[in-house]
């Protein structure tokens, strides 16, 4: 079978139909907190993370078509990331073996060679491969998991990314990831913030839950030593993301003097390349990739492989919270856990706040988490995203 088309889309979805749901307690940790960040440094827009985020900067969805109809979806984020889709991939692929995904694969990251792959492009390059995998399970009439092998676990354990902790255990979840909110432009009165924050948050759990924390790329090599150290007596199972990607060197270096904590990282890598350096210089525990941006299930895939060769674990930046990272997550025997962030405000059940976008906490149609475990495998064909033909509309550029 063949491709026919591919197509950048949006999806539309109907409003949810049924009585109005439960009204917040107060607005969520994601509407005003201060959070750590790469941009930190610059004053002007140090307080929050909107003040310096990309403008127009929407989900974005590819539908790939095969000649007899059948059509399979992926997603992503970017106009930039739309335009390389419909500028340099779609004409390449269509009338190309729709199940010949690992080929496909490799075309678009040859394609994209002279523009380069890393950031734009691998965002692009996930969202067909989405599309690709969802359309061989439709075409099949399988999981993508089980064309993966089916699930290599019963459960799967997820865990609550945000600051309203006390919501988040409410929920039943036994396991949580804190955002950092201050960084080295904040000197010792940050690192003295910081320590409230986790301790806080310690105290709220109690001492038989599992406690992270999200740096956002916000450090340099002394700041992330010093505040590991300073939280060793919290019991952090993890800290994550405390360099900019780029530096493998200083991660390399927190690795050597950091010997006794875990570290996590990979959320804003691109590619299975990366991964791979940091893999032979032993510099995580945990890799982190995001199945929307370092190339989809396929790169996910080659990450997970070679993390299992090296003794090492695989999260998925947001796992746990949508189809594509659920599946992932079900089928690869070293990813144990999922990340199931929440930006909906307390007090609002998970599956009401799914609004069909990731930002609420979870998309549209993905299992929610009871007690911190989701119980059911996926059975429906491709990655069963729920929706429908008719809510399928042109990209609007």
Known sequence: MKIRSVEVVSVERPPRAGAPGRASRRKSWSHDDEVANPVSRFPRFKRHRSLYSARRWPEFGVKVTAEDGTWGLGTSQGRPAAAVVEDAFAHVLEGESCEAIGKLWDLMFRVSKPFGTQGIASLAISAVDLALWDLAGKLQNRPVCDLLGGPARDRIFCYATGNDVDWYKELGFRAFKLACPHGPADGLEGLQKNEAHVAKARQIIGDDAELMLDCYMAFDVEYTVQLAERLRPYRL?????????????????????????????????????????????????????????????????????????????????????????????????????????????????????????????????????????????????????????????????
């Open 237 to 397: 199972k993890w800290i994550e993301e405390y360099l900019i990607p780029e530096d493998e060197d200083g991660h390399a270096e927190v690795r050597r003097r950091l010997p006794w904590m875990t570290l996590a990282a990979g959320e804003h890598f691109y590619t299975p390349f990366p991964y791979q350096r940091m893999l032979e210089r032993g510099c995580l525990d945990i890799l982190q990739p995001d199945i929307h941006w370092v190339g989809g299930l396929t790169a996910c895939v080659k990450i997970a492989h070679m993390a299992e060769a090296a003794g090492k674990q695989v999260c998925l930046h947001g796992g746990g919270r949508d189809r594509y990272g659920q599946h992932f997550t079900w089928a690869m025997p070293n990813t144990p856990w999922g990340e199931f962030y929440i930006g909906s405000d307390p007090g609002v059940p998970l599956e009401e706040a799914a609004d069909g976008s990731t930002s609420s906490g979870r998309a549209a149609g993905a299992g929610v988490p009871v007690d911190s475990w989701l119980d059911v495998p996926p059975e429906g064909a491709g990655f069963d995203l729920g929706i429908e033909a008719d809510w399928i509309k042109p990209f609007v550029f």
